[in-house]
C-alpha cells in the first residue's frame, strides 16, 4: 500500500520568502511523485513530478522539489514566494502495479504582502 | 492541445433526478479517472478506466455508474444522489500507468 503524508495544514509565507512545503510517503516499490497546486474552484495542475533519474526536480513557476529515498521524503520549494503563490498544494504518489495516485492531505499556501 | 475539458461547469439537481458529468479530453490518453473532491480535501478516487475497461473501483456507492465509451470520452452517470455528494467532480487522464495526470477544471455539483 502506498501513502502520502503532508506535515502543516496551513503555511504562511512574507512575499519574497522561501516556501517549503513538505511531504514524506510510504511505498513498498519505486514511486512515483508529484506535486500539483489548485487554485480556489479550479482542476489540479501538475508542478513538477519524480519518476527516475535525477533526484531533484524543477517545475513550473519556479519550484522544485528533491526525491531523498533515504528519508522517504520529496520536499516542494521556491526560493522566493510571490502572491500567486497563494493555493492548495498536494504531494501524490503512485506505483508501478497500477493507476492509483493517491493525495496527501494537501497544504494551503497563504503569502503575506 | 493538453486539456481535459468537463462538462457543465456547475449542476444543481435534486434527489430524484438523473445527470451525467462529461469528461473529453484529445491527448491520446487511454487512462481516465474520476475523482471526488470535497470542501478543503484532497481529491478521493472513484473510478480508473484502462483502455476503456473499468480497472479499479474505489466501492463507489451504485448510484454513480460511469462510462467510457470510447478513448476520448469519460461520462459519470448520477442517479437518486443523496445531499452528501455534493461535490467537486474532477475527471483527469494519463497517457498510460503512473506518468502524470492532467485534471479538468471539475463540475461543482449540488445535490438538493
Known amino acids: 500500500a502506498q501513502s502520502v503524508t503532508q506535515l502543516g495544514s496551513h503555511v504562511s509565507v512574507s512575499e519574497g520568502a522561501l516556501v517549503l512545503l513538505r511531504c514524506n510517503y510510504s511505498s513498498s516499490v519505486p514511486p512515483y511523485l508529484f506535486w500539483y497546486v489548485q487554485y480556489p474552484n479550479q482542476g489540479l495542475q501538475l508542478l513538477l513530478k519524480?519518476?527516475?533519474?535525477?533526484?531533484l526536480v524543477k517545475g513550473i513557476n519556479g519550484f522544485e522539489a528533491e526525491f531523498k529515498k533515504s528519508e522517504t521524503s520529496f520536499h516542494l520549494t521556491k526560493p522566493s514566494a510571490h502572491m500567486s503563490d497563494a493555493a492548495e498544494y498536494f504531494c501524490?504518489?503512485?506505483?508501478?502495479?497500477?493507476?492509483?495516485?493517491?493525495f496527501g492531505g494537501g497544504t494551503r499556501v497563504l503569502v503575506k504582502p | 492541445d493538453t486539456e481535459v475539458t468537463q462538462t457543465p461547469k456547475h449542476l444543481v439537481m435534486g434527489m430524484t433526478n438523473k445527470k451525467s458529468l462529461k469528461c473529453e479530453q484529445h491527448?491520446?490518453?487511454?487512462?481516465m479517472y474520476w475523482y471526488k473532491q470535497k470542501a478543503k480535501k484532497p481529491p478521493e478516487l472513484m473510478f480508473v478506466?484502462?483502455?476503456?475497461?473499468?480497472?479499479i473501483n474505489e466501492s463507489v456507492p451504485s448510484r454513480f455508474s460511469p462510462e467510457c465509451p470510447n478513448s476520448s470520452l469519460l461520462n459519470l452517470h448520477l442517479h437518486a444522489l443523496q445531499p452528501e455528494d455534493s461535490a467537486l467532480y474532477l475527471c483527469?487522464?494519463?497517457?498510460?500507468?503512473?506518468?502524470?495526470?492532467?485534471f479538468g477544471q471539475g463540475t461543482r455539483l449540488t445535490v438538493v
Open positions: 478506466y484502462s483502455y476503456e475497461k473499468l480497472s
Open positions: 491527448m491520446g490518453h487511454r487512462a
Open positions: 501524490a504518489v503512485s506505483v508501478a502495479a497500477g493507476n492509483k495516485l493517491t
Open positions: 483527469a487522464s494519463s497517457a498510460r500507468a503512473n506518468t502524470e495526470a492532467f
Open positions: 519524480y519518476t527516475t533519474g535525477a533526484t
